[in-house]
């Protein structure tokens, strides 16, 4: 898999963004592509802002018994596998504005390091090492370009 941490890595993945236009079109699923970049947003809102609310105990319980090995093991995502209710877009996103935020959220990422990452708590699993949160990154943004053929 390759590594979010690893600045090659991280180019190839923000050249893939740019790729995009607002006209382009999914391979499968529902969302529109300024729809994709918002939901790939979402991941990185949960590490770095403080605008999703925790799950509560029980829910966390379920999505490390469930939920987790799916999101941070090296198996890729199955197309349009079910996503959590925050990942969820209903309303029309500014596409440019929403590709500007996730390059800004992956050179973060870049820029923090591994190191930032390993232990860090994740808002859904506890506390994850620096190998889970960059499949948890890798995986889904690898996943959201393929949908959209990039």
Known sequence: MKNV???NDSNEIINRINLLTPDTKGLWGKMSVAQM???????YEMAYENIHPEPNSFV????????KKSVVGETPYKKSIQTAPAFIMKDEKDFEKEKER???????????GEAY????KSLSFGALNKT??????????????????V
């Open 37 to 43: 970049l918002a939901h790939c947003n979402v991941t």
């Open 60 to 67: 966390k319980l379920m999505l490390k018994l469930f939920v």
């Open 132 to 149: 889970e949160w960059n499949n948890m990154f890798y995986k889904h943004l690898d996943h959201h370009l393929a949908q959209f053929g």
């Open 117 to 120: 990452f390993e232990g860090r």
């Open 5 to 7: 941490f690893n600045q």
């Open 102 to 112: 996730l390059i800004n959220y992956i050179k973060k990422t870049l820029e923090l």
